[in-house]
C-alpha cells in the first residue's frame, strides 16, 4: 500500500463528512478527483473500505481501521511538523554555548534564566574552556559562540562586550594587605593561595600569569565554587583571586577585603564571541542578542 498524507486526509474527510461529495469539499478538492483516489486507496488496500449509498458512506470494519490509524498519522505529522518548526524557531532543540569560568559562574546563571524560562523545550549545553581554547574552536568551526575574555585576540572573529570581568584579590581581614588599595601580581605570588579545581578556565589563566612571571602559586587547597574560595579566605586559610562581581556578591556573607589586581590582564571585559552574524542559527542569534542586552549584532 502506498497511501500518501494526502490520500490519509481525504478519507478521514470523507468518513467524519459521511460523503465523497462533502469530504471532496473539505479536502479543498474536485468530486471527480476526489472521488478517483478513494477508488484508488480501495483499490491498493485490496479491499472495499466504504459502503456507498444514495445517503452517502460509511465505512466498513476494514475502513473504520483505516480511518483510525489515518487519524493517528495525520496527528504525530501535525506533531512533527510543530516540533521542526520549534527548532527552526529556536524554540526546541539543544544549543551548545562554550563560557570561561567567569562567565559561567557569574554572568550566565542571571542572563541565562529567563531566556530559558520563555523556552521550556530548548537545553543548553554549556561547557567551560578558557578564553583562547573558545577562540580556536569557534575559528575552527567546532563552535558557533562563546563567551570569552577580551583578553585574547580573536583574529577574525567578532566579539561584543557585554561586562565588566575584573579580577580581584580577596585576602582575609587580618591580613597583612588587608588595608591595601591594588597590589602588583608579582608581588604576591608567594602567598597561600585558594584555588579553583584543576580544569578550571580562570585558574589556569591565573597560572599562565605566574609562569609568565617564572612562578608557581601555592595552593593550599582547591575549591569547586567561587563561594567555597570566599569561605576559606573569609575563614583565614589563604588568598584567592576572583572575579569583582563575585567578591560584591560574596562579602556579605563572608568577611574578607578585596583589593585591585593592577596589572593589566586583570581588567578584562567578558565578549560574546563568533564568526559572522548571518552564519549563526536562529537559535543562537536569539540567545546572544539576549546576552548582549537586546541589541542585535549586525
Not at 75 to 99: I, K, M, N, P, V
Not at 232 to 247: L, W
Amino acid at each position: 500500500m502506498r497511501f500518501d498524507l494526502a490520500d490519509l486526509q481525504l478519507f478521514v474527510c470523507v468518513v467524519e463528512a459521511g460523503s465523497i461529495t462533502a469530504g471532496a469539499r473539505q479536502a479543498n478538492l474536485a468530486l471527480a478527483s476526489a472521488s478517483e483516489r478513494i477508488s484508488n486507496i480501495e483499490s491498493d488496500a485490496g479491499v472495499a473500505l466504504l459502503e456507498r449509498s444514495r445517503k452517502g458512506v460509511v465505512t466498513t470494519e476494514a475502513g473504520e481501521a483505516l480511518a483510525h490509524h489515518a487519524r493517528l498519522i495525520l496527528r504525530q505529522h501535525s506533531l512533527l511538523q510543530g516540533e521542526l518548526r520549534d527548532f527552526g524557531t529556536g524554540a526546541r532543540g539543544t544549543l551548545l554555548l562554550y563560557a570561561n569560568t567567569a562567565a559561567l559562574m557569574s554572568l550566565l546563571p542571571q542572563r541565562l534564566a529567563p531566556w530559558l524560562a520563555q523556552r521550556p523545550r530548548l537545553n543548553i549545553d554549556l561547557r567551560e574552556r578558557t578564553s583562547a581554547e573558545i577562540v580556536k574552536l569557534i575559528n575552527a568551526g567546532l563552535a558557533e559562540a562563546g563567551v570569552v575574555s577580551d583578553a585574547v585576540n580573536p583574529t577574525g572573529l567578532t566579539i561584543q562586550p557585554v561586562a565588566s570581568d575584573h579580577l580581584v584579590l580577596i585576602v582575609p581581614v587580618a591580613h597583612r594587605l588587608a588595608e591595601s588599595k591594588a597590589v602588583c601580581f608579582a608581588d604576591i605570588t608567594d602567598e597561600q593561595f585558594i584555588g579553583l579545581e584543576a580544569g578550571s578556565a580562570l585558574q589556569d589563566h591565573i597560572d599562565e600569569q605566574a609562569a609568565n612571571l617564572h612562578k608557581t602559586l601555592k595552593v593550599r587547597i582547591r575549591m569547586k565554587s567561587f563561594e567555597g574560595s570566599c569561605q576559606m579566605v573569609s575563614q583565614g586559610v589563604g588568598v584567592a583571586i576572583i572575579p569583582r562581581e563575585v567578591a560584591k556578591r560574596f562579602r556579605r556573607g563572608y568577611p574578607f577585603k578585596t583589593i585591585t589586581i593592577s596589572d593589566s590582564w586583570a581588567r578584562r571585559r567578558l565578549c560574546l564571541c563568533f564568526q559572522q552574524w548571518d552564519t549563526l542559527s536562529a537559535p543562537m542569534q536569539s540567545l546572544l542578542t539576549h546576552l548582549g542586552g537586546g541589541a542585535q549584532t549586525p
